[in-house]
């Protein structure tokens, strides 16, 4: 076995391309990287296996690994790290690492390509784009920031380099590598890849000062705040200038303080009252959000209304004053030092306004109810990762954050299952309990990563809300086509049994009432491995998304047991 701080090749007087690679990943502070395996990034998997100091973690389809390095990076590490075969597993990468791009998550994406001598040729799973074959690097151009395919050993050492530097600055970065380019030599002793640092780029803070100088201010977070590892910095100014605070929905886990200031989650799952927040303030502050349509929705006419300044490292897609910042931890310090504490005022403090779906009386447990049960069973410390379509709305509107935990929801893309490899991107670098809320059409896109759970012993509590269906797709069917034809519901399943058969080890439980849910909850949390609640819901609730509750029929006065559940969610908060 060889030290810690040789390549596998120790004897030999220069290390493999492939090991120049690892060694490059280990002095970058990474522990885990996710893939498949296959021939054409098998000598990448080499390398790994004599550094104990990163875990390859094998998942059941490259895009799920793709979104366990997304969640990975997410969760704080410096950034992720995904394998690829050739062919499909080149392609299966697409999706994920589109969401990505998409969120500005940094992932490293090394991708196994057929031989060079081959290009051209006819080979099996050709990507080079000579000889009519399909072009992996334009492919990958259109969804990375940066992309790269190597075809000598000299351009390792450089292109690894300005790879890891590019997707730190946010989104990914991929390079291909050709098998006979990982087998060479790199000509070269080994050495310590130069340290990335993230960009210093922002504006003098003195030119913000002036510009916020002026009234109450509504804060808007976005998912910056938690790149640049600056949600410590946000309160500060927070509190200097006694603002109000909401957050994108992407950004649920970046605001530190909720109390009577903390005015909800903004867009189309969000809180009403944040456009009140708004019209009430002399200026809307955006820090690290672009505030892309799913965060905008229902403040068009406020902002309108209202002066709007913008912190970040892109452009708003709304009009507003914007000051460049490439780390926003950096330009919010210095300018809170700045401001001091101003305290301009803010209106009067309200309840949080909620979103008020229809009352459903269908079979299964409320959407809210399975909401309330997790506030009450859920601990501080514990990161959460929400699945799109109704599960993900109704816990982004009415989920709390955990004291110290983290709350990931994939909206670049949205695409189904992402919190299924995501959450085990989480675990892996966070180390500490987890739960996915997911529907039943997510799990089947990408459930079987559940083994993968079960594999690292991750201590991962996967709460599926079982509706037989694709149930914003019904939704959809039922309010703006009729309602009388369906593409999306399923004959029933029962999730939890055939896990349990499937794979031994693992707890899984059915539920189909509130004391059930309660106890499978209070169980779950004892467990050290993972685990899955099924929970029985119905595919024809409506969900708290706002373009759905403007076509529904009108809502009834609301009775006890919905005001109990909604006061309770709100104190939570």
């Known amino acids: 076995m060889t030290s810690h701080d040789e390549p596998t090749n120790a004897g030999d007087e220069f290390p493999r391309v492939v090991d120049e690679i690892v060694e490059a ?170 340290t990335s640092q993230r960009p210093n780029g922002h504006v003098d803070p003195r030119l913000i000062a002036h510009a916020v100088d002026s009234g109450p201010v509504t804060i808007i977070v976005g998912d910056q705040v938690a790149r640049d590892d600056a949600r410590p910095a946000v309160e500060r100014l927070r509190a200097a200038l006694g603002a109000r605070i909401a957050a994108a929905p992407d950004a649920k886990d970046c605001v530190e303080h909720r109390g009577a200031d903390w005015v909800g989650v903004t867009g189309v799952m969000g809180h009403p009252g944040v456009a009140d927040a708004i019209d009430a303030a002399a200026m809307c502050l955006l820090i690290g959000t672009r505030l892309p349509a799913t965060a905008s929705a229902g403040l068009q006419q406020a902002l309108s209304r209202t002066r709007t300044v913008s912190i970040g490292s892109a452009r708003p897609f709304v009009d507003a004053v914007h000051f460049h910042s490439d780390d926003l931890r950096i330009t919010l310090t210095e300018l809170s030092e700045l401001l001091g504490r101003r305290r301009h005022g803010t209106a009067p403090a309200q309840p949080l306004a909620r979103l008020r779906p229809p009352p459903h009386d269908g079979p299964g447990i409320r959407y809210a109810d399975v909401i309330t049960a997790l506030d009450q069973h859920l601990p501080d410390g514990v990161d959460i990762v929400a699945d799109a379509g109704n599960t993900g709305a109704a816990a982004i509107h009415d989920l709390p954050v955990r004291r110290d935990g983290r709350f990931l929801v994939a909206l670049g893309m949205g695409g189904m299952g992402y919190s299924f490899g995501a959450s085990i991107g989480v675990a892996c670098w966070r180390r500490r309990p987890t739960v996915v809320i997911a529907g039943d059409g997510s799990f089947f896109m990408h459930g079987m990563e559940i083994h993968t759970a079960v594999e690292h012993r991750l201590p991962i509590t996967f709460v599926l809300l079982n509706n037989n269906a694709h149930a914003m797709c019904v939704t959809r069917e039922q309010l703006f086509y009729g309602g009388d034809y369906t593409y999306n519901r399923f004959r029933p399943s029962r999730l939890a049994a055939g896990l349990a058969a499937m794979f031994p080890t693992l707890t899984a439980t059915e539920v189909s009432d509130l004391p059930a849910l309660d106890e499978a909850l209070e169980f779950a949390r004892l467990m050290r491995g993972p685990s899955v609640i099924s929970v029985d819901c119905s595919a024809d609730e409506i969900p708290p998304f706002a373009p759905f509750l403007g076509a529904a029929p009108p809502r009834p006065q609301t009775n006890s047991h919905e005001r109990e559940v909604t006061n309770h969610v709100a104190a939570r908060a």
Request: some cysteine; hydrophobic content about 40%.
């Open 25 to 194: 990943l280990v002095h970058s502070g990474i522990t885990h990287v996710f893939g498949v395996g296959g021939a054409n990034i098998e000598d990448v998997y080499d390398a790994l296996q004599s550094r104990p100091e990163i875990t390859a973690v094998l998942a059941k389809h490259e895009a799920s690994a793709a979104n366990m390095a997304d969640g990975y990076a997410r969760a704080g590490a410096p950034f992720g790290v995904v394998l690829a075969t050739s062919g499909g597993g080149t392609l299966n990468l697409v999706p994920a690492l589109g969401e990505s791009f998409t969120s500005r998550v940094p992932v490293l994406a090394l991708v196994g390509q057929a031989p060079l001598a081959m290009d051209g040729r006819g080979s099996f799973q050709d990507t080079s784009g000579r000889g009519g074959s399909l072009n992996a690097e334009a492919l990958f151009g259109q969804i990375s920031v940066y992309c790269r395919r190597i075809e000598s050993p000299a351009q390792v050492h450089t292109a690894v380099s300005d790879a890891i530097a590019a997707a730190r600055t946010g989104g990914p970065a991929v390079l291909l590598l050709p098998k006979d380019i990982q087998q060479a030599k790199t000509h070269r002793e080994p050495h310590r890849p130069r």
